[in-house]
């Protein structure tokens, strides 16, 4: 089935690119990580050579990418590129029968980050042009069974469209609760599906800042959501590669690239984003936390058909049994032994007397004694377990001697030919390695990655050194190895990234938190993801627009008077106050402005002639002020705006009381707003009060009235 | 007022918000309750009388919403029952206020009561290292995982559910929530897990008094295959949905009910399976979507109820020797 689907599906990309030019399908896998979480391990082996459920990662990618017809894949390999190579070599993607795709290695030791090896392929492709056209980009310790084809020609009709739309990434929506991977807050264009906000949170805080030109006329909405997954799968343009050349500084492709392009706007290059639908997988292997998850999935089977019952990639398959029991044919197991569910055991391995095993993973050729006790934990090859062991969510690598009666304590890595003592308990969460700790930390986490190869030669010179004085060993007294020291601000965070399940309290912990979260999203985000128009990131410089708003709308005014519609003015105002984002009370102070600036700058010759002009704009244009003076507070805004445009104007200074008069007239200000006015004013200082005073007789004569008329309604 | 609230509760039946036996019969009691409270006699009536057809009318407007249920409508008879044997010397707020009592007793002692009893009786029989089937969503039988997983008891449960209800999703939630080691599976694949199931336990809706067991469609299905496959079959059902009638047959059973055709004809959530387009008006086309069946007693090891754990033969028994008891 799985073959008849890769043929079709390279079928079909075949007819499509024949009438271009031939592009053929071209896919780029990063075989590292350029990452630590996976040490001590890691110093050894390359990740993408790690074991998930028996099968190494890099075939779990390549096989996928096989599958979804890519045609040519370029292999990216930095550190223990001598490995990967010697594995490819010995496996079968070299020599594939299937002629469609071609495996290439490109091999730069000196790469330590992503920047840097997409870099180098740039370099490369001035000489060669291997790059033909768009291509894909993974890390080789992706999981995933999505069909590509169909995303790639999506990618370039878009990209035939809009020259400028240069990647697509592939989101999921989160497969379940998801710790120890930072949490992606998204801001996508729920339309165009362009992303225009990108931001890696460690901390589950629940503040995003946006920037508010997101929203403009062309997105009149945004989609922000906290709950996808970033599969680390892009489909690039070859720009993507000239771009990371022109910006020498990039070194990871979410932190700097997507961020660098979605915030300093490069040449006004886009990113999209493509959801995946929840009938396929796509995941990433990025720390020990998501290798356990990754190999729960792949025994529950949600990877079909990339199972480890299925021969995709030259691996021996497994007999699956009743309960997700994987067991090779020519696996030993007592009859004493309890083998439960979802558990997966390699070739040759040989399970004792009374063994219990449980949601584990056991590699080709373990020697399991009786009475072992294994549990949630990931056995690799040729790993020797004595009697009596108790083994409870750990990583034990190939060739790792574990001695009678020894125990390991839930979070435990041991690396490659590590000896655990007889009787010895390694302590919770410890790692442990032949190798010392490299003492020198490097501050920059990225850059430590790339002395591995040369370190690892010395380090491995030190394994001998420790075989001979054994005795001082930290593991036992016939032990070998050395324990790991963590870093104290680590420690706290250990639960996250290790295979350990997490525990019931802080699971509550976070699910409170998140559900915490949830609500006060709500409050920064309404549900339908439209971003409030007044959040505080966004008002911290609205003082300096209310000059640009005034200036506007004044002109704005003067513009729409000439059409002596009052329906249209408002309009007209509404436009810049959105686009201003002001308030209703703010309109109208602007509005007044405009409208006593157009009374004062007609020509007049006397007081009178003035007042009588601003009555005439008053009268006038009293439906547009009305529009935006219905409430009390509005109004006093009002009042205020014009005491302040007095104070400026000698002209105008003298009819203050008049012209707030005629505004009462004209039920423009009503009584409630100038009496409140005149409270609020009246424990102002004294220069202040100039023109409260002047209204004094206003403000007596409406409160006699108003008191008459309540004793007209008493009596 | 009273109407209102018979009203409410009726169309919580129709949009399936309440659903399962026990929660439509409490729903059910709780409305007869507002209606008792909010009742005043009319001049030239008299209570018992009156209040009854009130009652009836509340009762009419629910079965429009939904067909009731034989626990309903055992639990309308013994309000009738109340309300006709009240004293014609009591007044008006006194005899409301026994009514009320009266129901209230009803809930507590015949449902709520009897629960507790059934999974005190069915806790005893899971043991350790037990796989437990379920069927559907029957909430005595969750009740009594919920428990015995309190005691300590180590087992594990399988959940077979159904389209298109799919209710033994949300059971699953729940015991999933609890920490019980679970699976889950469609009917479809009954036969194949079967050979590693230990117990059946089943709910139902009603029992009649030749033994057969009235409950969700499929039951009989699972009850069936366990008993080929000489897995026992215990049914978790409170005595007051016991009902003296005797069932042969469900297919023409009165009493059944049929759900929305639309539900079978359509797949949730794909809309890109729809071969039924432009056959659903087509007059060779039947659409069956059943509720319940009924599965005969020779595939029911023991039914377990308030009294007691007992063979379905004598289930004649209790319906003879407590019915009576019920209406008091």
Not at chain 1, 360 to 369: A, D, E, K, M
Not at chain 1, 450 to 473: H, I, P
Not at chain 2, 13 to 32: H, K, V
Request: glycine share 6%.
């Amino acid at each position: 089935m799985g073959a008849q689907k890769k043929v079709a599906a390279a079928a079909r990309v075949r007819d499509d690119s024949e009438d271009l030019t031939r592009q053929r399908l071209q896919a780029i896998v990063l075989a590292d990580s350029f990452t630590t979480q996976f040490r001590p391990i890691t110093l050894e082996r390359p990740k993408v050579l790690l074991p998930l459920v028996n099968i190494p990662m890099i075939d779990y990618t390549l096989a996928w990418l096989e599958s979804a017809g890519i045609e040519e894949i370029f292999l990216f390999c930095c550190a223990h590129s001598s490995l990967v190579i010697d594995y490819l070599e010995k496996s079968e993607w070299y020599s594939r029968s299937n002629p469609n795709l071609l495996v290439r290695t490109i091999v730069s030791p000196k790469s330590t980050s992503v920047g840097d090896a997409l870099r180098y392929i740039y370099e490369q492709q001035t000489e060669t042009s291997q790059i033909q056209g768009d291509f894909v980009l993974v890390s080789g310790d992706t999981v995933s069974n999505m069909p590509l084809a169909d995303l790639i020609q999506e990618h370039r009709d878009r990209k035939k469209k809009d020259e400028k739309a240069i990647m697509t990434m592939v989101i999921k929506k989160q497969f379940r609760l998801e710790i120890g991977s930072d949490q992606i807050f998204m801001a996508v264009d729920p339309l165009t599906k362009q992303l225009l906000h990108y931001e890696e949170g460690n901390a589950r805080s629940g503040d995003v800042c946006l920037d508010k030109s997101l929203l403009n006329s062309s997105n009149p909405s945004v989609l922000v959501c906290n709950d996808m997954q970033d599969c680390y799968i892009d489909i690039c343009s070859p720009e993507v590669l000239s771009l990371f050349e022109d910006n020498f500084d990039y070194q990871h492709l979410r932190r700097h690239f997507v961020n660098g392009l979605l915030v300093d706007d490069i040449m006004g290059y886009k990113i999209f984003t493509h959801e995946i639908q929840s009938s396929f997988y796509a995941a990433r292997i990025d720390n020990l936390r998501s290798y356990d998850m990754v190999s729960k999935n792949i025994i529950q089977r949600w990877t079909y058909p990339y199972v480890p019952d299925i021969n995709f990639s030259g691996n021996r398959p497994l007999k699956l049994g009743r309960q997700g029991i994987y067991r090779a044919s020519d696996s030993v197991q007592s009859r004493s032994a309890d083998i439960g569910a979802s558990t997966a055991i390699g070739y040759g391995a040989k399970i004792g007397n009374g063994g219990k095993i449980f949601n584990s993973v056991i590699g080709n050729g373990c020697c399991i004694g009786s009475n072992v006790v294994i549990q949630g934990s990931y056995i690799w090859n040729n790993v020797t377990i004595e009697d009596g062991c108790e083994i409870r969510n750990a990583i034990v690598c190939d060739g790792v001697k574990i001695r009678a009666g020894a125990v390991l304590q839930p979070g435990v890595v041991l690396s490659f030919n590590v000896v655990v003592g007889r009787d010895f308990v390694v302590p919770a969460f410890s790692k442990v390695s032949l190798l010392q700790q490299p003492t020198t930390e490097d501050s920059d986490e990225e850059m430590e990655y790339a002395g591995s190869s040369s370190g690892t030669a010395d380090l491995l010179s030190g394994v001998n050194n420790l075989q001979l004085e054994s005795k001082a060993s930290e593991l036992g007294p016939d032990g070998t190895g050395y324990i790991w020291k963590v870093c104290d601000s680590a420690h706290d965070e250990e639960w996250k990234h290790s295979v350990v399940p997490i525990p019931m309290d802080k699971l509550a912990d976070i699910t409170r938190a998140m559900n915490d979260d949830d609500i006060d999203d709500e409050s920064v985000v309404p549900p339908s993801g439209e971003l409030k128009s007044d959040t505080d990131s966004i008002n911290t410089d609205a003082n300096d627009d209310y000059g640009y708003f005034e200036r506007e709308v004044e002109e704005t005014f003067l513009m729409a008077i000439i059409k002596d519609d009052v329906d249209h003015v408002i309009r007209l105002i509404n436009s810049r106050r959105f686009a201003y984002n002001m308030a209703s009370a703010d309109c109208a102070g602007a509005v007044f402005y405009s409208m006593m600036r157009l009374a004062v700058n007609t020509p007049h010759n006397s007081a009178r002639e003035l007042y009588r002009n601003a009555t005439g704009v008053i009268t006038k244009w009293k439906g547009v002020l009305g529009f935006y003076l219905k409430q009390t507070d509005e109004q006093i805004e009002v009042i205020m705006k014009f005491e302040e445009m007095c104070e400026e104007s000698a002209e105008l200074g003298p009819l203050f009381a008049k012209i707030v008069h005629f505004l009462y007239d004209k039920d423009v200000v009503q009584e409630d707003a100038i009496l409140r006015w005149g409270e609020e004013k009246a424990g102002a200082d004294e220069c202040d009060k100039v023109f409260l005073n002047q209204c004094e007789a206003l403000i007596q004569w409406l409160k006699e009235a108003s008191e008459e008329e309540e004793e007209e309604e008493d009596s | 007022m009273s109407v209102a609230c018979g009203n409410q509760v009726g169309l919580q039946y129709l949009s399936g918000d309440i659903s399962g036996g026990n929660a439509r019969c409490i729903a059910m009691l709780q409305a007869f309750q507002e209606v008792v409270k909010d009742y005043s006699t009319p001049p030239e009536k008299t209570l018992n009388r009156d209040m009854a057809a009130e009652i009836s009318s509340c009762v009419s407007f629910l079965r429009e919403c939904r067909p009731l249920s034989v626990s309903m409508r055992n639990a309308i008879r013994f309000v009738k029952n109340r309300i006709a044997k009240l004293s014609i010397t009591l007044s008006e707020s006194e005899a409301k206020a026994s009514l009320k009592s009266d129901i209230e007793r009803f809930i507590n002692e015949k449902i709520i009561g009897a629960d507790m009893v059934i999974v005190k009786h069915a806790v005893t029989k899971i043991r350790d290292g037990d796989v437990l089937l379920t069927y559907g969503s029957p909430t005595a039988v969750e009740m009594v995982l919920l428990h015995a997983h309190e005691l300590g008891k180590k087992f594990r449960v399988l959940v077979v559910d159904s389209r298109p209800k799919l209710q033994g999703q949300l059971l699953l939630r729940r015991l999933i929530k609890r920490g019980i080691n679970c699976a889950y599976t469609h009917i479809n694949a009954i036969s194949y897990i079967m050979h590693q199931v230990t117990k059946v336990f089943l709910g139902a809706s009603s029992v009649f008094s030749n033994g057969t067991v009235y409950s969700r469609v499929g039951t009989a299905c699972v009850a069936m295959v366990a008993t080929a496959f000489r897995v026992p079959v215990l049914v978790c059902c409170e005595a007051y949905k016991f009902h003296e009638r005797v069932l042969l047959d469900y297919s023409i059973c009165s009493s059944n009910e049929l759900g929305d055709p639309n539900a079978i004809s359509k797949v949730h959530g794909r809309e890109d399976i729809n071969y039924f387009d432009g056959l659903t008006n087509n007059a060779n086309l039947k659409f069956l979507n059943l509720m319940y069946d009924a599965t005969p007693s020779d595939y029911i090891s023991m039914i377990i109820t308030d009294y007691g754990m007992v063979p379905p033969t004598s289930v004649p028994v209790i319906v003879r020797e407590y019915q009576k008891e019920h209406l008091l």
